[in-house]
């Protein structure tokens, strides 16, 4: 009786962290981007969208784990858009070192019309990233990134 | 006295424990709420059932009895329906596989379906296999004009990862199928010189679809995440569209003919200068006409051009005119689709108003020297599918299907 009830015990709190774990990439969908900016709060800002599926992602995903951890400062928002499970998001966030990071995943169609508030040119590549200065300057890479112009902008914007 | 003890601290543990639990669901709820608040909006129930009204994708095939047979992904699902009045209405739908969150329904992928003269019905999809994403294509068919169907089995034998299934049915029977193949890719990982990027296979098959030709390579080094376009040529030859990787990574868009003897020259359309490597999930279109013109078109976002784009050749590919923007300038065009009968080529596209999905076309009369003004044909205001087009005798039809407005099949002109 006391095996099966500490058991009980056990599974029900690690039922809790589990749960509370798996909010660590919160939903995006049409609408959101607004309070995405918000983010920001007055200081430099890169949004990096990304997708499971999406062989040049998974690729660089790593180095942006190390940019974190170089530069713990640099404010960075992860938005993954493939429709998939979010154990496989979680598991390459991991890989990465990016488990503690500012994630989001699409939560609604990953369509023009979800884009659009985004910027209007973007026609769903992956991956993009997008800068924003603190005067709310946007500017959008398409494609894997260099490393060393992001850190440049960071230090020279903040 | 310890039974006492046991009980009580049994009880304290249980109750925080159950405390815990709801702690976290609570701290769950309010991530999502406050999300929710700072979004100012309410999230829609998604849509998440296999039924049309909730997929992502739609694909149609005509038989040559006016039946239209329509493969759709939706809740994880590759389902096939039957309609006898140009869609009205549609037979109950017959579920042909099952892949959960594995079945790829990315920006770019659908499934595929075709039907010989004999009632055979042919349809293949492409699905996550593995834990690195690795993907295959799986082939289905039916032997009574779509009501059962075998069970999924993999197109290629020992593949690496196929995605991006596109096919064509000759009027012989025979079937053409073209994928982005990374077997090539795989080799040069394990060779120890990565490279990123997929190949073009192809494949035909001259019994329904039971068996195939040993797959061969058209071009080694492709986009790996744009599907292919394909068209028969007046000769029954396909001819392929894709976005191909030239030197220096440029990203920008071939044409092939595969004969009989095999794949021809690549022969690039324009010269686009997509320096990239990223995945636009856009792959382009194509059209032969009866008179041989190849009519393509495309999204790019090269140094050089950015926008969507429609060139022809009037000489198998070899050369290709000046490429002609589609839609307006700095708005968000996409997903253009071709169709070819006699010497009248359609064109039709999307376009994002902000508010609205459009779907526009223009025609031209004299293989694509003139074009018709823009024309509006349908318009939605939530999720849709890219706008296609089908062919039943001389009439042309976009298929098109929407979240908010179901699925159209639309008559929108005919060979003149």
């Known amino acids: 009786m006391k095996k099966i009830l500490i058991t009980f015990v056990v599974s029900l709190v690690i039922a809790a962290f589990t749960n509370a774990q798996e909010m660590t990439i919160k939903p995006y969908q049409k609408g959101d981007w607004a309070s995405i900016l918000k983010l920001a709060d007055g200081k430099p800002m890169a949004i990096h969208f990304w997708g499971v599926t999406c062989p040049p992602c998974v690729k660089e995903m790593p180095q942006w784990g190390k940019l974190i951890s170089s530069d713990k400062a640099a404010k960075v928002v992860f938005i993954q858009v493939d429709d998939v499970p979010p154990e496989m998001m979680r598991k390459m966030l991991e890989q990465a070192k990016l488990g503690n990071a500012n994630n989001y995943y699409i939560a609604s169609p990953f369509d023009e019309r979800l884009r659009y508030e985004i910027d209007p040119k973007w026609r769903g590549e992956t991956p993009i990233t997008i800068l924003i200065d603190k005067a709310g300057k946007k500017e959008m890479m398409i494609g894997s990134v260099n490393f060393q112009t992001v850190k440049a902008w960071f230090k020279k914007n903040s | ?416």
């Open chain 2, 1 to 416: 006295m310890f039974k006492v003890s046991f009980h009580l601290i049994s009880k304290v543990l249980l109750i925080g424990a159950l405390g815990l639990v709801v702690f976290g669901s609570v701290f769950a709820q309010m991530d999502h709420s406050s999300h929710m608040m700072g979004a100012g909006s309410t999230k829609p129930a998604a849509c998440i059932g296999p039924g049309l009204d909730c997929a992502n994708a739609a694909t149609p095939f005509l038989t040559s009895d006016s039946k239209l047979l329509l493969a759709w992904t939706s809740g994880g699902k590759v389902s096939v329906a039957q309609s006898a009045d140009m869609g009205k209405t549609f037979s109950p739908p017959v579920v042909v596989a099952e892949h959960g969150k594995s079945l790829d329904t990315g920006g770019d992928a659908r499934a595929q379906i075709v039907s010989d003269s004999k009632g055979n019905v042919f349809l293949t999809y492409a699905f996550f296999k593995d834990k690195n994403w690795n993907a295959q294509i799986n082939k289905v068919l039916s032997g009574d004009g779509g009501k059962t169907f075998t069970t999924p089995e993999s197109l290629v034998a020992n593949g690496s990862s196929e995605r991006f299934p596109s096919m064509l049915i000759h009027p012989d029977n025979s079937i053409f199928i073209a994928w982005i193949d990374k077997r090539l890719i795989a080799a040069a990982k394990q060779g120890g010189a990565p490279k990123l990027g997929g190949s073009i296979a192809y494949s035909f098959s001259n019994d329904g679809g039971k068996a195939f030709q040993v797959e061969r390579i058209a071009n080694e080094d492709s986009c790996e995440c744009c599907r292919i376009g394909a068209s028969l040529n007046p000769k029954g030859q396909p001819v392929i569209v894709y976005r191909a990787i030239f030197s220096g990574g440029i990203r920008d868009h071939a044409t092939q003919v595969i004969s009989s003897k095999g794949s021809e020259q690549i022969r690039r359309i324009s010269k686009d200068e997509w320096k990239t490597d990223a995945c636009p999930h856009h792959g382009p279109s194509i059209a032969v006409s009866a008179t041989g013109a190849i009519h393509t078109a495309w999204f790019t976002q090269g140094k050089a051009r950015s926008g969507v784009f429609y060139a022809n050749s009037h000489d198998q590919g070899k050369t290709y005119s000046t490429p002609i923007r589609v839609g307006k300038e700095g708005a968000n065009i996409s997903r253009p689709y071709l169709l070819a009968m006699g010497k009248s080529v359609w064109l039709v596209w999307k376009e994002f108003d902000g508010e609205s999905t459009l779907v526009l076309m223009k025609k031209s009369s004299d293989d694509g020297k003139t074009w018709s003004p823009a024309k509006l044909l349908a318009q939605t205001s939530e999720y849709s599918d890219h706008p296609l087009l089908i062919s039943r005798g001389d009439e042309a039809y976009l298929s098109w299907l929407t979240r908010a407005d179901g699925y159209q099949l639309i008559k929108i002109g005919q060979v003149e």
